[in-house]
Structure formats: structure tokens, C-alpha cells
């Protein structure tokens, strides 16, 4: 499936995204315990309309990110980074990532936030064909969904990435 988001034309396999991420058993809570992964999967219950329908649209299980960490807390708002692996190929469109060095083993760099697509107020995708962590079972040509997301502080105890 051809789809157009902004300055991104992705031809997507939906099929074979939803298959690999609805037989794979592992969601965030699986995969670590700390709060900030606890908290991400909270929340991603009460994410905007226009971001379920996305993922939703993409074959993307919102819960299975490849990677979510928080970057930092503020007033109880966590801003987060992560990606997911969709299955398909960029035909148009630039990385969010400005790289400020390379190496074969390492690249150093950093995400401009501008260079994101806001699909809600607090929800902002990237996508580049530069697939981290990628799971060897997961079907090939694979692109990553870079997030950027502030989420509220959700679980029932006291914040602990407030300073």
C-alpha cells in the first residue's frame, strides 16, 4: 500500500507488518519493568485518535515498540524516544537523524524534533530506512517509525524521573 504522510511517500506492507506484530507475544511490560516502559504502555491507552489510527493503518501493535526510553520528565510530562519496524520501503522522504559522526561498529547523532511529523499535540513520527535492534524474524525491506511523545506520569506511584 502507497501511503502519503507529508513529506514521506512509504509503500507499506500492512499485511506483513500486522502478522508480525500481532503472532509476537512481546509488549513493553515484557520486555523491561522499569517505570518509564510501565508508563509508555499505560498511556498508550489513552493516546489521541489520530495516533491509534495511525498505527492502525501502518498494521503497527502500539504496545510492541522496538525500543521507548525516556529522555526527561518535567511537571509530569515524559518526553520519549523509541522507534517500531514496519515492513515496506521509503520512497520519498529524509531521516530525522542529523549524524555527527560514523564509524563501522557506531554513529553518534541526534533527532531534530522539527524534522518530525505531529500527528497529534504530544505525538510526532519520523520514519528511516536505518533499522536499529531489528529482530531477525522480522520481514524484509524493513523501515523504522522513529516517536517522539509527551506522556503524562500514569502509574500509581511517585515519578521517578522528576528531579
Known amino acids: ?26 509488549y513493553v511490560s515484557k520486555g523491561c519493568d522499569c517505570d518509564g ?12 485518535v489520530e495516533v491509534s489510527k495511525l498505527f492502525e493503518k501502518l498494521g503497527i501493535d502500539i504496545k510492541k515498540p ?13 518526553c520519549y524516544g523509541g522507534f517500531y519496524h514496519i515492513c515496506g520501503e521509503i520512497i520519498e522522504g529524509e531521516s530525522p537523524w542529523v549524524y555527527t559522526s560514523k564509524t563501522k561498529e557506531t554513529s553518534a547523532g541526534y533527532l531534530l524534533e522539527e524534522n518530525m511529523i505531529n500527528i497529534a499535540n504530544n505525538y510526532k513520527v519520523a520514519f528511516q530506512e536505518r533499522c536499529s535492534l531489528l529482530n531477525k524474524n522480522f520481514p524484509r525491506p524493513c523501515i523504522q517509525m522513529e ?17
Open 1 to 26: 500500500m502507497r501511503l502519503t504522510l507529508e513529506k514521506y511517500i512509504l509503500d507499506i506492507n500492512v499485511e506483513g507488518t500486522r502478522n508480525y506484530y500481532y503472532r509476537s507475544e512481546r
Open 37 to 48: 516502559c510501565q508508563n509508555y504502555e499505560l498511556a498508550t491507552e489513552q493516546f489521541a
Open 66 to 78: 522496538a525500543e521507548v526510553y525516556v529522555n526527561y520528565s518535567k511537571n509530569n510530562i515524559l
Open 147 to 163: 516517536i517522539l511523545a509527551y506522556v503524562p506520569w500514569m502509574l500509581k506511584k511517585s515519578n521517578s524521573y522528576e528531579a
